[in-house]
């Protein structure tokens, strides 16, 4: 498999300090951002609902995600309604473009816009020996922390998303805190095994939460 950078879009934290798979590189880019150079390839998406001319975006993100074929994704503002799942959608594109049997956990948040159940998905071609779904310190809306053991070419890897607080630094900032705490509580149970936390963390790369 041709290595690639993992394309984690707000970072990509190694909390118990291992690498991906022997002789793998790590890259750190200022203000904790960590890039790993391995045999899988990672991807963070807030998919906003089904808002914004949905079928046409679908069909974009499909584009990259099959050529890609990753090995993680985690997935913001996963939503289901009347008129669709958008989850549901790219798993099933996705199985269909690539041939990989896609499984996805996910964890329901709130209700947005009166009109969609929100949440967090996590989707992977390998099998996911357990999953979990936290609840973090309430802000403008309930949030939570899904996280998964997956079985990897590189060995298990824990891996999780989440979605912060938008609209308070300091709701913020504590749920981070208790993300990192859930996921090292986690990391003790398997000390070896590496951690990688995607998400949308509504904060630039120098901000505190980061």
Same mark, same amino acid.
């Given at each position: 498999?041709?290595?690639? $950078? @993992?394309? /984690?879009?707000? %970072?990509? =934290?190694?909390?118990?300090?291992?690498?991906?798979?022997?002789?793998?590189?790590? +890259? /750190?880019?200022? +203000?904790?951002?960590?890039? #790993?150079? +391995?045999?899988?390839?990672?991807? +963070?998406?807030?998919?906003?609902? =089904?808002?914004?001319?949905?079928? /046409?975006?679908?069909?974009?993100?499909?584009?990259?995600?099959?050529?890609?074929?990753?090995?993680?994704?985690? $997935?913001?503002?996963?939503?289901?309604?009347?008129?669709?799942?958008?989850?549901?959608?790219?798993?099933?594109?996705?199985?269909?473009? %690539?041939?990989?049997?896609?499984?996805?956990? !996910?964890?329901?948040?709130?209700?947005?816009?009166?009109?969609?159940?929100?949440?967090?998905?996590?989707?992977?071609?390998?099998?996911? %020996?357990?999953?979990?779904?936290? @609840?973090?310190? #309430?802000?403008? $809306?309930?949030?939570?922390?899904?996280? @998964?053991?997956?079985? &990897?070419?590189?060995?298990? /890897?824990?891996? @999780? *998303? *989440?979605?912060?607080?938008?609209?308070?630094?300091? &709701?913020?900032?504590?749920?981070?805190?208790? #993300?990192?705490?859930?996921?090292?509580?986690?990391?003790?149970?398997?000390?070896? !095994?590496?951690?990688?936390? *995607?998400?949308? $963390?509504?904060?630039?790369?120098?901000?505190? #939460?980061?």
């Amino acid at each position: 498999m041709k290595k690639l $950078f @993992a394309m /984690v879009l707000v %970072t990509a =934290l190694l909390l118990t300090g291992a690498a991906f798979a022997e002789g793998a590189k790590l +890259s /750190v880019l200022g +203000s904790g951002t960590v890039l #790993v150079e +391995s045999d899988l390839a990672i991807i +963070s998406l807030n998919l906003r609902c =089904l808002l914004d001319d949905w079928e /046409v975006r679908k069909e974009l993100i499909l584009d990259e995600l099959s050529a890609r074929k990753p090995d993680l994704v985690g $997935f913001q503002e996963a939503c289901a309604s009347e008129d669709g799942d958008n989850v549901h959608e790219l798993l099933t594109g996705l199985q269909e473009r %690539t041939g990989l049997p896609y499984t996805a956990v !996910r964890a329901s948040t709130h209700r947005s816009w009166d009109t969609y159940q929100e949440g967090l998905a996590l989707l992977t071609p390998h099998p996911i %020996t357990s999953w979990q779904a936290d @609840a973090l310190p #309430v802000g403008a $809306f309930p949030r939570k922390l899904l996280r @998964a053991r997956v079985a &990897t070419p590189a060995g298990e /890897v824990l891996f @999780a *998303t *989440t979605h912060l607080d938008h609209a308070n630094p300091a &709701t913020r900032a504590a749920q981070a805190t208790e #993300v990192r705490r859930l996921l090292q509580e986690d990391a003790a149970t398997v000390p070896a !095994r590496p951690i990688v936390l *995607t998400g949308d $963390f509504n904060e630039g790369p120098g901000g505190e #939460v980061v």
